[in-house]
């Protein structure tokens, strides 16, 4: 069993030393580093009772950076001097080794906004980093025209990392914070028409068109599409389950597994390219075999541009949106769009599609005017 060191501290002469004399005196006498580096070690023992040193030319120096130390150590805000002079991107490419438990779309995106980070400030210490340094970059960001949804992603994704670097013993205190932060913004999502799809649809590949349907009219993501089985739909019940996304890996969230119904109509079109392509997933090529989200990716971007006013970055998420659009079209509630789009909640449902709704300011009018008119009659 190891014993733990109690907290100390002191400041040492490596160049002299006192010792004492058979007759009681003492006198200083040079040591056997006399001349050799730095004459002053500052010493102290951590909570964890590891020890650290440092030398110095000057007392007063290594006086001042002990009682920092120490002082650290005392607000609970200690951190390793060695780790002290980690760098931003040394620690982010650390953060990233724990991060990789996260599915792979997830840790793209996190790589992408690393790269970012990186590009500011990869090489500056951890440490170092100031609220200050980050509200210039969020103004950088903005100043070169990035969207205020992906500033604020960015800005989010530095302070997940160094909340983390606190957690870790890294970091003393996050430098992002509410004060840092930019306004997330509002991204509104492009939604294309009915005539749009049946374009889409038309243009792609007879093999591919049924990726079309699962997306535009059943809300499935690019890789639960291209991992469906056919053993996932009900063919008579009209009810498709998505299990897994490309190619056999977990959904993106536990409710991403929710049944979605869809009629007949549709049913049968999907039945219909699954008996003239057999194969075990539903989108497959003439061969059988399944249709990854790449191809399915390529096969749409060499499309839309033959379709009249889809955006040039239109993709199959946008498909997704068509379906959020239709239904919001005829009516349906918040909970029926969260449902059919499979959000985990529906905050996310008004964030992406609240401004799809109608405006209900002649609807509360008429609630009001039938009460007022009432009293008045009466």
């Known amino acids: ?217 059943a809300g499935l993501r690019i890789a639960e599409i291209s991992g469906l089985r056919v053993a996932d739909v009900d063919f008579i019940r009209g009810i498709v389950h998505p299990k897994q996304q490309w190619p056999a890996k977990p959904l993106k969230t536990p409710g991403s597994e929710a049944p979605v119904p869809i009629p007949n109509d549709l049913a049968l079109m999907l039945s219909a390219a699954v008996q003239a392509r057999p194969g075990e997933r539903v989108v497959t090529d003439d061969a059988g075999k399944p249709v990854p989200p790449l191809q399915l990716n390529r096969a749409l971007i060499a499309v839309r541009a033959t379709i009249p006013g889809l955006p040039e970055k239109f993709g199959f998420q946008d498909l997704r949106h068509y379906l959020a659009s239709l239904l919001i079209a005829n009516a349906a509630n918040i909970k029926v769009v969260q449902a059919r789009m499979r959000h985990a909640d529906a905050k996310t449902t008004l964030d992406t599609y609240g401004h799809l709704w109608p405006e209900t300011d002649e609807s509360t009018r008429l609630v009001i005017a039938t009460v007022i008119k009432e009293r008045m009659a009466s």
């Open 1 to 217: 069993m190891t014993t733990r060191r109690n907290r100390r501290s002191g400041v040492e002469d490596l160049w002299w030393m006192t010792v004492r004399n058979e007759d009681g005196t003492t006198e200083k006498v040079k040591t056997k580093l006399y001349g050799k580096g730095k004459r002053w070690r500052a010493r102290y023992v951590d909570d964890t009772g590891e020890e650290h040193t440092q030398r110095f030319a000057k007392k007063t120096d290594a006086k001042e950076w002990l009682d920092g130390q120490t002082a650290t150590l005392v607000a609970g805000t200690h951190v390793a001097p060695r780790d002290a002079k980690m760098t931003v991107g040394q620690w982010c490419d650390e953060w990233l080794k724990g991060y990789a438990v996260h599915r792979d779309s997830t840790v793209r995106q996190a790589k992408t906004h690393i790269a970012q980070i990186k590009s500011q400030f990869g090489d500056i210490p951890l440490s170092a980093v100031r609220p200050s340094h980050v509200k210039e970059w969020v103004a950088t960001l903005k100043g070169r025209g990035h969207e205020p949804s992906y500033v604020h992603a960015l800005h989010s994704r530095l302070s997940q990392i160094c909340g983390d670097a606190v957690l870790d013993g890294v970091l003393a205190r996050n430098p992002c914070s509410r004060r840092t932060s930019p306004p997330a913004g509002k991204q509104k999502v492009y939604c294309c028409t009915t005539e749009q799809v049946w374009a889409i649809y038309d243009a792609m590949p007879e093999h591919m068109r049924a990726a079309v349907l699962l997306g535009a009219f």
